[in-house]
Nanobody, 126 residues
Framework: QVQLVESGGGLVQAGASLRLSCAAA?????????MGWFRQAPGKDREFVAA????????YYADSVKGRFTISRDNAKNTVYLQMNSLKPEDTAVYYC??????????????????WGQGTQVTVSS
């Protein structure tokens, strides 16, 4: 079992940056989980944003955020981050972090993730 708490969301203008954080509390070592970020806009399905492997060596991004977003992790702090630059109105969504206890890589598949945070709202105005 792992508890995930996201923070760092907010209201920004297009072109701005935000950094989301996801702090994990678990009986298992944080580095035993691959981590991912997903987002869900109103009226849309939850979609993959970025993922990172247990050690942080492997990262994977959705095409829509590649080159603008960076996922990273600090296993000593039990935290995963999502640095979001050059934000666009279409990035507006609730952002969720998730933990995957089985994958050795970085998965984009929703079904691979076992634990989810409560989400943090990101709103980008034009």
């Amino acid at each position: 079992q792992v508890q995930l708490v996201e923070s760092g969301g907010g209201l920004v203008q297009a072109g701005a940056s935000l950094r989301l954080s996801c702090a994990a509390a678990s009986g298992r070592t944080f580095s035993s989980y691959a981590m991912g970020w997903f987002r869900q806009a109103p009226g849309k399905d939850r979609e993959f944003v970025a993922a990172i492997s247990r050690s942080g060596v492997i990262t994977y991004y959705a095409d829509s955020v590649k080159g603008r977003f960076t996922i990273s992790r600090d296993n000593a702090k039990n935290t995963v981050y999502l640095q979001m630059n050059s934000l666009k109105p279409e990035d507006t969504a609730v952002y969720y972090c998730a933990a995957d206890q089985r994958s050795l890589g970085a998965s984009s598949r929703y079904s691979e993730y076992d634990y989810w945070g409560q989400g943090t709202q990101v709103t980008v105005s034009s």
